[in-house]
């Protein structure tokens, strides 16, 4: 086994634990160890080992633009001049409605996640993408609905087998 795989192995207990926080945010670590059977210093080292490790990235809480007033979600491919990916990257962070860029492969070499508050701000956002040199081509889809969400807990769920 690989260090890489030690790092990333969680138990039943960690999966419950994160299955736990991630219901009930604000539990806090008492209450955890009293629902979950275990002392307070387990479920705390526990917490501990798995933000280390990376497993757990933020207690942060969980925004949903929608709330926010931004009815528009869409996803962006980005076609970019060789070379210019970092360039391209600080561009679009800047750019406080693209949520998400990854690399990926196929026809584009970017994908952005974008939200807007309606179709002409969904405009005002791709002309911001687009105001980049490196940026040579894009092509934007909007999203109807969403039928599964962002989600971990079954990937913690079989993680934790």
């Known amino acids: 086994m690989s260090s890489h795989e030690e790092a990333s192995m969680i138990d039943p207990l960690d999966a419950r634990i994160i299955e736990l926080f991630t219901h009930e945010p604000r539990v806090g670590v008492l209450e955890a160890s009293r629902r979950l059977?275990?002392?307070?210093?387990?479920?705390?080292s526990r917490l501990d080992k798995l933000t280390a490790s990376?497993?757990?990235?933020?207690?942060a809480p969980t925004i949903d633009p929608h709330a926010l007033g931004y009815q528009i979600t869409a996803f962006a491919f980005l076609d970019i001049r060789q070379g210019?990916?970092?360039?391209?990257?600080?561009?679009?962070?800047?750019?406080?409605?693209?949520?998400?860029?990854?690399?990926?492969?196929?026809?584009?070499?970017?994908?952005?996640?974008?939200?807007?508050?309606?179709?002409d701000d969904l405009q005002r956002v791709i002309d911001d993408?687009?105001?980049?040199?490196?940026?040579?081509?894009?092509?934007?889809?909007i999203a109807l609905s969403t039928v599964v969400g962002p989600r971990v807990l079954p990937l913690i769920r079989s993680s934790g087998r």
């Open 37 to 44: 059977g275990v002392a307070r210093a387990t479920v705390q």
């Open 54 to 59: 990376g497993v757990i990235r933020s207690f």
């Open 84 to 119: 210019a990916r970092e360039s391209v990257a600080t561009h679009l962070d800047r750019i406080p409605e693209v949520l998400e860029v990854h690399t990926i492969t196929g026809q584009a070499d970017l994908v952005c996640r974008i939200v807007a508050r309606d179709n």
């Open 129 to 141: 993408l687009v105001g980049d040199a490196d940026i040579v081509r894009t092509s934007t889809v």
